[in-house]
């Protein structure tokens, strides 16, 4: 099963949620729609899903025009963000109530029913909770119960609503390895939604960004880490520092470093802003020439492998946070209050401007 | 983890499902742009939008438009007789009354039961609700025969001058029966709500028992209090059951405006009855005004904290 | 759904007015309140209803015009109480499942009939079918009595008691959220199969909690009545207009007596109030 939304744009009133985006979807595949609060993820999963419906564009599921089926049609499994459990139906009861709604001619008989509740509550390793209500059970088991109920209507895609939102940090690092795990093994086109960027990363096949209703970049995780689209994708995707600088006669100064224009980036005179990762800081004790900052270290903040620093460059007194390894913050003999000289590793520059 | 028989492969075939059903422009235009899949929006407004214009809103014009077909002089000459203007002199004081005493002990009780536990007070927090319960003909009888002067109460305040029953005073008594559950049920819930971290900060900064009553607690309830306050004075202006019995309906000393909408009723005098209403009607829309401004202020304050 | 903990009393507690010397004298004077404002009257209902004992009292209840007037508050009170669950219902499920344009004031005109004067709601009803109202002249040229007859006591008795089942059920539906709802359908469930499987369990407590109310009410109500009725005996009479016409007969015992099954109503009411309150932790249901 294949999922493919052409040109999809969703408007509430004045304000624009879903803009314009076109994406697609393997069978099979695991893809992240990833993005901060407000951005449209929602919005677009739910039309996907056929709880919504888009004022224009198209969606196909399985090369077929699926815009105006709703949901019950699509054979969509959806996984709510609060999960959505019958609060007064058992697990047992909730997880059958697909397949009891069934019109007769296709419903299971009561003891197939039952066998396929039982198989669905191995799966998700609950069985000894079936006569339990979901007020019973913990946040994560809700969202497993949540995922066998969705799966009890054999979907032939399956949706997920920040499904691991509502949980805490442990169990949500288990639930989603877990995910994928169970992925793998049922095989359906899945999407899921995440404001987490580390969730999305880590779980998904592929990761399409958004922000502001505007799809910014899709591609595997390797892809949209390694070659952010934009300044926004490279944002979102991790922490970063932030050089102000100047495009002159094809020069790039940027804070005191002086260095060539890149190739990809337009040799336009004017401002201009470099992006480094905290990993991609180099520190030392000697100045290396135009290309470096000169900066005062502010703060260590030395636990774990990596040691975190904090500095400030003396010119702009702009903020720059740096990572090194343990090993190296020995040799340098780094003080609190110490001058040093800093300079990026790999300093990125977008064409499209975009403001922290 | 084993292997279960999910997949694509044994399904049971795409269930024959019903396409949402095209919305009637006009729904549709009153709904917005956002169809989601729940269903029965056009079954419920529509339903909801007769039922209220039949029963609701097409009698309650009625009173206007029959107010309407009387000439100014006409409608004047009614509403703003002796008679009249006493009777709502009458209710307006005795529904202020009323509603200040409600104010007061509704506070109290609110207070006793929100923050203190004590044998008997499931029973007592059940019994706030009776004059909502107990019909109003059946709570006139009652205080009427409990404050007469041979009643339980009566034969204690006749010897000291104190006549209720056939006084306004009797009046006041009935309207503060009907409206004690307003105020507590308005004021209960806040003052349940109210964090108990804000009281320890104020003790930690060096306030006193009194001080984080005043300054803090009192004016958190306030709000709600005004609320009880007005929703209590608003019911004492319409009453009718509980206070027909205990008022002694004389005319100019001890005759409610209802009370008086009733009696012109019964001389066959409609548009004198419909005028009189059309006015009190008014003015019980101005008071609904007023509470949904008080609860909205109410909730934006909560938004706040 | 999620209740806030009831926060634990320590002792030395901070918390202003649980010094005992506060705390017990408040809780007397608001007791001592209550026992002369509400208990008083409610007991003195029963009291007087055998003063003149059992006799009197299994008489006046057995009396023919009595029963009438028990069969037609229950017919009354049965009809509207449909009525208004039907559209309490309605209401509800538009205002708290969709978004549309004049909510606001939809919401506010529900509660209308709150703040019309009984004995101005049964105004209206004479001034619509009364001899001389709009529909007076065609009513009665087709021989249909509405006005003091049984429709018109049903007429008023659904305005009075209108919003009743409604303002239960649309804020604790609006709090709810549709998720289930939508659930269900996604796993292919038929509107109606929805609503009565998924929504009705859901919002039962709240429905009976209106009910309850609405049902009270509409027993109870006398101004609104009391207009449109006419007063005849054994015909037009409700519960509440009997208690009135024995009363001013001088009959007290009869009165009371009569008024005693509303007072157990009443009490009865409290009761399943207060247990559905227990049970749903309700004014934590409630916001």
New interface residues.
């Given amino acids: 099963?294949s999922i493919e939304v052409r040109n999809i744009t969703k408007?509430?009133?004045a304000f624009t949620a879903v803009d314009d985006v076109s994406l697609q979807v393997g069978g099979g595949e695991l893809l992240a729609l990833l993005g901060p609060s407000g951005s449209g993820k929602t919005t677009l999963l739910r039309m996907i899903?056929?709880?919504?419906?888009p004022?224009s564009g198209s969606i196909l599921l399985n090369n077929e025009d699926a815009t105006?089926?709703?949901?019950?049609?699509r054979?969509?499994?959806?996984v709510?963000?609060?999960?959505?459990?019958?609060?007064?139906m058992t697990i047992f009861e909730n997880i059958a109530?697909?397949l009891r709604?069934?019109?007769r001619q296709?419903r299971?008989s009561k003891s197939d029913i039952r066998d396929k509740v039982m198989?669905?509550l191995?799966?998700v390793?609950l069985e000894k909770h079936e006569k339990h209500f979901p007020n019973q059970l913990s946040g994560g088991q809700r969202q497993r119960i949540a995922l066998a109920?969705?799966?009890?209507?054999?979907p032939?895609l399956l949706l997920l609503d920040e499904p691991f939102g509502a949980l805490d940090a442990k169990v949500r690092k288990e639930l989603r390895r877990w995910l994928r795990?169970?992925h793998d093994?049922?095989?359906?086109a899945s999407v899921f939604v995440t404001h987490d960027q580390e969730e999305a990363l880590e779980v998904a096949d592929r990761v399409a960004v958004l922000n502001h209703g505007k799809l910014e970049q899709i591609g595997t995780p390797q892809e949209v880490y390694d070659n952010p689209a934009n300044a926004f994708v490279y944002n979102f995707l991790g922490n970063v520092n932030l050089f102000h600088g100047r495009v002159d006669r094809g020069r790039v100064r940027i804070s005191t470093m002086d260095s060539e224009s890149q190739e990809s980036t337009p040799v336009v005179d004017g401002s201009t802003l470099g992006y480094a990762r905290p990993y991609e800081i180099n520190i030392s004790r000697e100045s290396g020439g135009a290309a470096t900052v000169h900066a005062r270290l502010l703060h260590i903040y030395g636990v774990g492998p990596k040691v975190k620093l904090e500095l400030q460059d003396i010119e702009t007194e702009a903020m720059i946070e740096a990572e090194i390894e343990r090993t190296q913050f020995v040799e340098l003999e780094l003080k609190q209050g110490d001058e040093v000289f800093v300079s990026p590793s790999n300093l990125r520059r977008f064409v499209e401007d975009y403001s922290i | 983890m084993t292997q279960p028989s999910i997949g694509v492969g044994n399904s049971v075939g795409a269930r024959p499902q019903k396409n949402q059903a095209k919305r009637p422009g006009l729904l549709a235009r009153l709904r917005g742009k956002r169809p989601g899949i729940l269903p029965g929006f056009g079954l419920s407004l529509g339903f909801t939008l007769t039922y209220l214009s039949l029963i609701v809103l097409i009698p309650l014009s009625a009173v206007f438009l029959k107010t309407a077909s009387l000439s100014a002089t006409q409608f004047w000459a009614i509403v703003s007789s002796p008679r009249v203007v006493a009777s709502y002199k009458l209710t307006y004081s005795v529904s202020l009354a009323g509603a200040a005493i409600d104010a007061v002990f509704g506070f109290l009780i609110a207070w006793v039961l929100a923050r203190y536990s004590f044998p008997g007070k499931r029973i007592a927090d059940a019994l706030v609700d009776l004059p909502f319960a107990l019909p109003t003909a059946v709570a006139g009888i009652a205080l009427t025969s409990l404050y007469a002067p041979n009643g339980w109460l009566g034969q204690y305040l006749e010897p000291h001058g104190i006549h209720v029953v056939f006084t306004p005073l009797g009046i006041v008594v009935a309207l503060s029966f009907i409206g004690l559950p307003f105020v507590v049920r308005s004021v209960q819930p806040v003052i349940e709500d109210l964090g108990r971290d804000v009281e320890e900060a104020a003790a930690s900064l060096g306030a006193n028992s009194w001080q984080t009553f005043t300054r803090i607690i009192f004016p958190a309830v306030f709000p709600a209090l005004l609320t009880g306050f007005t929703l209590a004075f608003a019911r004492a202006l319409g009453e009718y059951g509980s206070v027909v019995f205990i008022s002694g309906n004389m005319p100019m000393r001890t005759e409610i405006t209802p009370l008086l909408i009733v009696s012109k009723l019964q001389q066959f005098d409609v548009p004198g009855a419909t005028a009189i209403a059309s006015v009190m009607l008014v003015s019980s829309f101005v008071l609904l005004l007023v509470i949904n401004g008080l609860q909205a202020g109410l909730r934006g304050k909560g938004e706040d904290a | 759904m999620i209740t806030a903990p009831q926060t634990t009393r320590r002792k030395g507690s901070v918390r202003a007015g649980d010094a005992p010397w506060v705390k017990w004298p408040l809780i007397a004077l608001a007791l001592t309140f209550m026992l002369v404002v509400l208990v008083l009257p409610l007991a003195s209902v029963f009291v007087e209803a055998f003063a003149k004992g059992w006799q009197v009292y299994l008489d006046s209840i057995r009396d023919p015009d009595a029963l009438s007037a028990i069969r037609l508050t229950l017919t009354a009170s049965g009809i509207a109480l449909t009525m208004n669950l039907l559209f309490g219902l309605a209401a509800a499920w538009a205002i708290s499942r969709f978004s549309f344009k004049g909510k606001n004031l939809l919401i506010s005109l529900i509660d209308l009939p709150l703040a019309v004067s009984p004995v101005v709601a049964g105004l209206i009803f004479v001034l619509l079918f009364g001899l001389h109202g709009w529909f007076g002249t065609w009513l009665d040229d087709h021989n249909i009595q509405i006005l003091f007859a049984v429709p018109g006591i049903v007429l008023a008795t659904i305005f009075v008691t209108f919003p009743f089942v409604a303002r239960e059920l649309i804020p604790f539906m609006q709090a709810q959220g549709t998720e289930e709802e939508e659930a269900a359908l996604v796993l292919g469930a038929s509107p109606w199969r929805m609503f009565f499987s998924i929504t009705l369990p859901n919002i039962r407590w709240s429905l009976l909690y209106g009910v309850i109310l609405c049902s009270a009410r509409a027993m109870g109500e006398f101004g609104a009545v009391s207009v449109v009725s006419g007063h005849i005996r054994g015909e037009t009479n409700t519960l509440p207009l009997h208690v009135e016409i024995l009363y001013n007969e001088y009959n007290f015992a009869a009165a009371f007596a009569v008024a005693s099954l509303l007072s157990l109503v009443a009490v009865v009411t409290l009761a399943v109030k207060k247990i559905i309150e227990d049970k749903t932790g309700r004014r934590g249901e409630k916001a």
């Fill in positions: 099963m408007r509430f009133g899903a056929g709880l919504e419906f004022d105006k089926h709703d949901a019950a049609r054979r969509v499994g959806f709510f963000q609060h999960y959505a459990l019958f609060r007064h109530f697909g709604v069934r019109p296709h299971l198989q669905l191995a799966l390793q109920r969705a799966l009890a209507v054999e032939t795990r169970l093994e049922i095989h359906i």
